[in-house]
């Protein structure tokens, strides 16, 4: 399992780790999905995200928050997702994708928000390292 969660007050923090910020990135969002639920069934359909900002950590909010934003809108949970970041001149940017459980089908827990609190990202010897803590 390539994300961890960690009991932080009355948020949550999930460490992720990947070969590449990619995976890592991805990561985060399938450890913010299991703080919302912890049993996802095999059912619903994958959606885009798209996501442009101006840092690596800007990028790591807005990706959250546009999960979360997804989630309220189309009234699913987004798991097994999937995320390629890359740097264009001064912009990063997210192309991602996430299946979409139906929240009917499912008892999840409700994460309010990202925040930039404790945010880490950083390159390792076997890769990169992320740090978030969400509120819920």
């Avoid at 192309?95 to 499912?106: K, N, Q």
Wanted: overall charge negative; aromatic content about 8%; proline content about 4%.
């Amino acid at each position: 399992m390539p994300y961890e969660l960690r009991e932080h007050t009355a948020d949550v923090g999930i460490e992720a780790t990947g070969a590449t910020l990619s995976e890592t990135f991805a990561a985060l969002a399938d450890g913010m999905a299991a703080a919302m639920c912890d049993d996802v069934p095999p059912i619903g359909d994958r959606f885009d995200v798209q996501v442009v900002a101006e840092s690596r950590e800007a990028l790591l909010f807005d990706y959250l928050d546009e999960l979360i934003y997804e989630r309220d809108v189309r009234n699913v949970l987004p798991v097994e997702n999937d995320a390629t970041v890359n740097r264009r001149d001064d912009d990063w940017r997210l192309d991602g994708s996430a299946r979409g459980v139906p929240l009917g089908e499912i008892d999840a827990r409700e994460v309010k928000a990202v925040t930039y609190s404790e945010m880490q990202i950083e390159e390792t010897s076997d890769g990169w390292r992320a740090y978030v803590v969400v509120d819920v």
